[in-house]
């Protein structure tokens, strides 16, 4: 899993000066920058990527419309994560939030419609454990969700994951080490990449995931061209933390800075 970047380069840096004088292409420069490390976090805490999308394109209109107040003897990137994690905290329930899933009722959906028999196409047991992962971490309330992908998916250090939720320290090795112990006691009860015991299997909830319409066999949401490294992924996710961390460093969708460039057009104005 790929940790948010934090440092700005130069030609980001550029981009903010030329951004504030009124340089349009300037500001989807600074959008397509940042928008990435945004829609990760969007995908996590939202568990679905079409509020993971909208929410990314709402921060970003955020950042561009206040660009004015970013002091330039700061890290652009560091003050857009900041507006980010406040936004997420604070947006409506995305649709999988809806469902209000609880690590009961979560662990008897993965139980029910367990096939005899593990499919055998790798890509889709992939797609299962993608959703799979992230719907877990909807079963966890926002803070205690935050502070795990801040500081156990993202590998962020304590300071830096505090500063970010705007707490102390210590509420946030609290919180982290609650929402880690719940999931490593969820993990170990039902999934069988984190103890073989375990009785879900990712291969064998494919059919079910298909007939929910969670996974669609001739159009997945991240297919794999290696086969091969997918099995031996699989097969490495022993922990937890690895089970979370395995995810790709999704790209936001391609999209999604074409539906702020009316934003931008106004805003340009603004800024003159």
């Known amino acids: 899993m790929t940790a948010p970047r934090w440092q700005d380069d130069e030609d980001l840096r550029i981009a903010v000066a030329r951004a504030k004088d009124g340089d349009r292409q300037a500001l989807e420069q ?37 660009l004015d107040g970013f002091r330039s003897d700061a890290a652009l990137r560091t003050w857009a994560y ?111 990449l984190v103890n073989e015991r375990a009785p879900c299997a990712c291969a064998k909830r494919v059919a079910r995931a298909e007939e929910l319409g969670r996974v669609h066999r001739d159009r997945p949401q991240r297919a ?8 031996q992924e699989m097969e490495r996710l022993h922990t937890t933390a690895s089970l979370m961390r395995s995810h790709p460093a999704y790209r936001a969708p391609d999209q999604l800075v074409e539906g702020i460039r009316a934003v931008i057009a106004g805003e340009l104005r603004v800024l003159r």
Do not use: W
Request: hydrophobic share 40%; glycine share 4%; aromatic share 4%.
């Open 30 to 66: 600074i959008a397509r920058a940042l928008q990435d490390d945004i829609y990760r976090l969007a995908l996590r805490m939202t568990a679905n990527p079409e509020d993971a999308r909208d929410a990314c394109q709402e921060v970003l209109v955020k950042v561009i419309t206040r």
């Open 82 to 192: 900041r507006i980010a994690v406040r936004h997420v905290l604070d947006r409506r329930k995305s649709r999988v939030e809806a469902l209000a899933l609880d690590f009961e009722r979560f662990g008897a959906d993965l139980l029910d419609g367990l096939a005899a028999e593990p499919d055998e196409d790798p890509v889709l047991a992939e797609e299962v454990k993608l959703g799979c992962t992230l719907a877990m971490l909807t079963c966890l309330d926002r803070d205690h969700r935050l502070a795990y992908i801040l500081g156990e998916v993202f590998d962020l250090d304590h300071r830096a994951a505090a500063d970010l939720c705007g707490v102390s320290e210590d509420t946030l090795r609290q919180r982290l080490s609650r929402a880690r112990r719940t999931l490593e006691a969820f993990t170990q009860s039902y999934c069988g």
């Open 224 to 231: 794999r061209h290696d086969l091969v490294d997918v099995e």
